[in-house]
């Protein structure tokens, strides 16, 4: 029997380089409260990323909190965002005391619809919150556009984008922030962890403060602040982690690749256009699956494959809108396209280590649901 194929898989160092990495700390004690390996690998990441300012973080959500925190909104401001997206962003928001107001996605990269952004506006608008999903890069010239006509902050869920550069530019240095995940599922991981990065030096400082309690020195505490530190494992994770990411993107590619050979040009299948000017780092592989040609629908194939030990995902469904939690409060009807999609969208496994021969598998497995038709 084939053994089971989880959507995602942890890309790990060897144990003996991680165990190397972390040896020290067993001769400093020294385990949190911004380290050396936390400031090794701050300094790693500016330098890959090409960015002037990185706030490291316990994972992703914190990050993104504590960055909408940090830029003083007017409570119960309205921030445009995406309902195509992990829980994460919509509870950010709200969790900061503001407002979403959900934008549609656009049908062939999934991202925010530019287009329609403008018409959400109002005198309560105080920032846009885009996805990069999967990432896909947003249109980053007509939002920054929007957002300086209308004097918006632009703070970017990056958290699939970690790697992604769009025209030689790192997706760390768009808007007036950008958020990135280190979860363990991620292209790039420090078990858990995020970050956040910006231009603007003050900025950085507050962040500095606000998830270490508020305080700015032994004896001084300015702001209301929470705990979201990163510890020196999670750091040490990183800086072990970064030394293979380029192979670990080149081997996901050849993965995606694969995907691509069986399943473009397959009618009732929709995959994501390749976007112009982006080097992907190959995080996701989402197929959406139109059952009137297809033959099956989503959940046919979802049900399918999970007989078969492969572990796809609906993701994301359902959309952020739709969630128990705000029943009455949001009508996902709205953003009809991220509504379809979310109805039929499916995440394949993908991650670098998986055999191209289980990925033929995968797909004449998803082939033979189209077979089955009447």
């Known amino acids: 029997m084939d053994k089971k194929i989880m959507v995602t898989r942890s890309s790990m160092p060897d144990f003996e380089e991680y165990c190397n990495e972390i040896r020290e700390l067993w001769d400093s004690r020294w385990l949190t409260n911004n380290g050396t390996k936390h400031r090794l690998f701050e300094r790693q990441l500016k330098n890959y ?49 503001l407002k979403p107001v959900f934008c ?41 556009q929007i957002a300086e006509k209308h004097s918006l902050k632009v703070i970017y869920d990056a958290a699939h984008s970690f790697g992604v550069t769009y025209k030689g530019e790192s997706t760390a240095n768009f808007g007036d922030a950008a ?7 991620k292209v790039f991981h420090t078990i858990e962890g995020g970050a956040v990065c910006c231009r603007d030096e003050e900025l950085a400082k507050k962040l500095g403060y606000i998830k270490n309690f508020g305080i700015d020195g032994p004896e001084s505490t300015p702001y209301i602040g929470g705990n979201a530190k990163m510890n020196e494992f999670q750091a040490a994770m990183g800086i072990c982690n970064l030394r293979h990411l380029q192979e670990d993107i080149a081997m996901r590619k050849s993965v995606v690749d694969r995907y691509r050979m069986h399943l473009t040009g397959v009618e009732g299948i929709s995959l994501c256009s390749e976007q112009a000017g982006v080097a992907h780092n190959y995080a996701y592989f989402p197929v959406v699956f139109h059952p009137a040609q297809f033959g099956a629908d989503r959940d046919e194939v979802f049900h399918t494959l999970a007989e078969h030990e492969i572990m796809a995902r609906k993701y994301f469904y359902p959309l952020t809108s739709a969630f128990e939690c705000y029943r009455g409060t949001f009508d996902p009807g709205r953003t009809p396209v991220a509504l379809e999609v979310s109805e039929k969208i499916l995440t394949l496994p993908l991650y670098s280590d998986l055999s191209l021969h289980d990925v033929d598998r995968i797909c004449d497995i998803i082939l033979s649901c189209k077979k089955q038709q009447k």
């Open 49 to 97: 990323l090409h960015t002037p300012n990185v706030t490291l973080f316990a994972n992703g959500h914190l990050a993104l909190e504590t960055v909408i925190e940090a830029m003083d909104f007017p409570p119960g401001s309205e921030v445009i965002t995406t309902p195509f997206t992990f829980a994460s962003t919509t509870h950010a928001i709200v969790r900061c005391g």
């Open 179 to 185: 958020m990135f995940s280190f979860h363990a599922t």
């Open 104 to 144: 549609d996605i656009k049908s062939d990269d999934y991202t925010i619809d530019e287009r329609l952004i403008e018409g959400l506006i109002n005198d309560k608008t105080s920032a846009i919150i885009p996805v990069h999903v999967y990432g896909n890069v947003c249109n980053i010239e007509a939002i920054q």
